[in-house]
């Protein structure tokens, strides 16, 4: 149902970003929405889909291509994370760090020779990325991360704990970071390309959570780990900054999935509520759910323009602090009540499995968690008013 403009009608942006949402949305609607109740119930991605993601570069949509990437930049890829959270959220979450946090940071900050090294790996698919930044004790207060490294000799020797890491027991690299200097605060943080394989990195264990659960959390622990010198990205006490620039990248992606998923709960909504019938009619002909569905409406259409216009200015603009903390709360707030309404719309249906509904609610329940919490959003917003009105 196309209810909300074509972005492509309000917005310039290439041909070719077109013809990628385009196969996209094809792909999700004739193969991804069908495979939904079978990933539910095996709880696994499907190894034909995924193979059919490595095909067609999913992995690589903001890699450019010298690395092997399909180089769309990352309006293609919020393009794409939109079409894909009309579907399970298992087929962003796979791809997610592999065009963004996991690699953008290499790509920004890294050498020629981590480029040539990891990009094209990720951006095949062959290996998995993930960043692990959160601690058990340093959450929302990021800067206050305890993993400390110590150079010795030609390596950086590794010792702390991260959790929630999503794709953690599954990655084959992590973007990690860690204290190489705990006089300095975040200035004193680096980022590191941390393989799997390295001595001294050990899985945990894999988190057990509400939802977004077919690609989960791990918890990871350096225990004298090993990291060559070159494995350092950018500087020494650079880390912080590289995480804030992939983070933002990171909140458009988020805003984009909340955008895709509210998309489909309308859809869905607006079809139950045309099929179901109480009171001898169908309920899309009382008043009070009517009125459900135009708030939806009206809250979908300002996310998309709050999506793209941001996406858009983040192309001509790097930096983007407060302009991805506003579109990322708000478009993730926003879905959540969607979902909530969806909800009710399907009344006891809504909370049973044998509709989607539910799973995308405690799916999107994660989104004003992830990246930011709601509240952090909000204060990084208040920080920058202040700062303006001096
Ligand atoms: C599904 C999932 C996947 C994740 N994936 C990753 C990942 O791949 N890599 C990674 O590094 N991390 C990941 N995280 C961690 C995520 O980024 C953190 O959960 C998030 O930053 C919040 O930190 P916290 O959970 O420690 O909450 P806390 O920081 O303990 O916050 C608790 C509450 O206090 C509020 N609060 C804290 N400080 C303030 C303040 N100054 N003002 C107002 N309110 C405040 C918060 O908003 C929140 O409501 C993931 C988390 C989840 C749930």
Known sequence: ????PDVFEIFEMPEE????????????????IPREREIDETGK???????????LGYFGITIPQEYGGIGAGFTGYVLVQEELARTHECFNAIISANNGIGSLGILYDGTEEQKKKYLPRLASGEWLASFALTEPNAGSDAASIKTRAVKEGSKYILNGTKHFITRGDIADIFIVMAVTDPSKGARGISAFIVEKNFPGVRVARRHESMGSDVVGQAEIVFEDAEVPEENLIGEEGKGFKTAQKVLNDGRLGMAARALGTSKRLFEEAVRYSTERVQFGQPICQFQGIQWMLAEVAALIYHMQWAVYSTALLHEKR????KEASIVKFMATEWAWRIADIALQIHGGMGYMKDFPI???????????????TTEIH?????????????
């Open 358 to 372: 539910e799973r995308f609610l405690r799916d999107l329940r994660a989104l004003r968690i992830v990246e930011g």
């Open 378 to 390: 909000k204060n990084i917003i208040a920080r920058e008013i202040l700062r303006m009105a001096g």
């Open 45 to 55: 991605i499907p190894e034909d889909l995924l193979n059919t993601f490595k095909e």
């Open 17 to 32: 970003l077109k013809l990628l949402r385009d196969s996209t949305r094809k792909l999700v609607n004739e193969k991804l």
């Open 318 to 321: 790097p930096r983007i602090n």
């Open 1 to 4: 149902m196309e209810f909300f």
